[in-house]
């Protein structure tokens, strides 16, 4: 009951600081992405970042070209240490699926989450939120699906070249908040594609159709959608991979209709053809890849639930062998 009157609380709670601050965990491609707009319309943002990128981000700033906002640069904080990181009204959770529980745990020792921050994370997969609740607390975490095609192109740069650059935020509980509201504002304030969702599971569970087979197929051909698009027997699997996830779905009690597959496809053939999903893009650069986290953890689930998915099994055991990526 205390948990439930928290939530309670939480939900109610507007943020009004006019001073914004707002952490970056994994301050790469999407995370500087949406952390880049926030500190170009006023936030205080701090990126969290490592190697040659931060050491760039320090000495100048990160540079962000957006086809969506613009080229710019914002001077902000960054630093490898979250424990030297005061509160923040707003956590990025953005880091690569491998890197989730030692963030976590990096998060968790300083005094980055107090009372009042909300935690939104922007990574691919269907796990995120319930991970980030137990670490946490419920009350803190929103749901978020995050859907934007960026990536660093140099040290301290950061290039948006497609995808709708789109942000979804919800109660995880369902329904509309004041939370939600302000948070969007802030974010449309900035220039970002925000919107709220009163069912945000469903958003979610959306999003995870489409990535996994936008990253699970762009990955296996080494190809873009364009070229994917182009031939019968590709574009017939990339359908197969909606198919099955949208099934896992609705074993989960999550109403995705095939009338929705249908629809996914075709807004993902009307994209930008030269867009390779994160995995891809991961895999050509001998980076380790998020298999795990999507087309395997499909795979998992039907099994739990007796739904049949060989197009992702066939992702999966296409792709396993480079989950830790190549030292080459």
């Known amino acids: 009951m205390r948990d439930c009157r928290r939530l309670h609380t939480q939900k109610e709670l507007i943020l009004s600081e006019k001073n914004f601050r707002v952490a970056v965990i994994g301050a790469g491609g999407t995370g500087a992405y949406y952390g880049g707009a926030l500190a170009r319309a006023g936030a205080d943002v701090t990126m969290i970042a490592r190697g040659h990128h931060l050491e760039a981000i ?24 979250m424990s030297s990181v005061d509160r923040v009204d707003l956590v990025i959770f953005a880091v690569k699926s491998w890197g989730t529980d030692a963030a976590i745990e990096a998060m968790k020792s300083g005094g980055m989450v ?22 946490f607390g419920a009350e803190h975490v929103l749901g978020c699906t995050a859907t934007v095609s960026a990536m660093i192109t140099d040290p301290g740069v950061v290039t948006q070249a497609g995808g709708p650059g789109s942000i979804v935020l919800g109660e995880m509980t369902g329904g509309s908040s004041k939370r939600v509201s302000e948070l969007v504002q802030r974010c449309v304030d900035a220039g970002l594609a925000a919107e709220s969702n009163d069912n ?20 296996l051909t080494r190809k873009p959608i364009g070229e994917i698009f182009a031939q019968p027997s590709t574009t017939e699997m990339y359908r197969q991979v909606l198919s099955e996830v949208a099934a896992v779905a609705r074993g989960k ?12 496809l075709k807004t993902t053939q009307a994209r930008e053809p030269f867009i390779i999903g994160s995995m891809g893009h991961d895999l050509i650069a001998g980076n380790p890849i998020e298999i795990g986290l999507l087309n395997a953890r499909v795979v998992e689930m039907g099994k739990e639930l007796g739904v049949p998915t060989p197009a992702n099994f066939a992702i999966e055991a296409a792709l396993r062998l480079h989950e830790s990526g190549s030292t080459d």
Do not use: H, Y
């Not at 320090?58 to 240490?81: E, H, P, Q």
């Not at 945000?200 to 990955?219: D, H, N, P, Q, R």
């Open 58 to 81: 320090k000495s100048k700033g990160l540079k962000l070209n957006s086809a969506l906002l613009g080229d710019f640069m914002v001077k902000c904080r960054a630093t490898d240490d």
């Open 200 to 219: 945000v599971e469903l958003a979610l569970w959306m999003k995870f159709t489409f990535i996994c087979a936008l990253s699970g197929m762009t990955a």
């Open 114 to 135: 107090g009372d009042g921050t909300l935690i939104i994370s922007t990574q691919n997969g269907i796990d995120s939120e319930p991970v980030l609740s137990a670490g």
């Open 253 to 264: 009690g999550v109403k995705i209709t095939e009338e929705m597959v249908e629809q996914t």
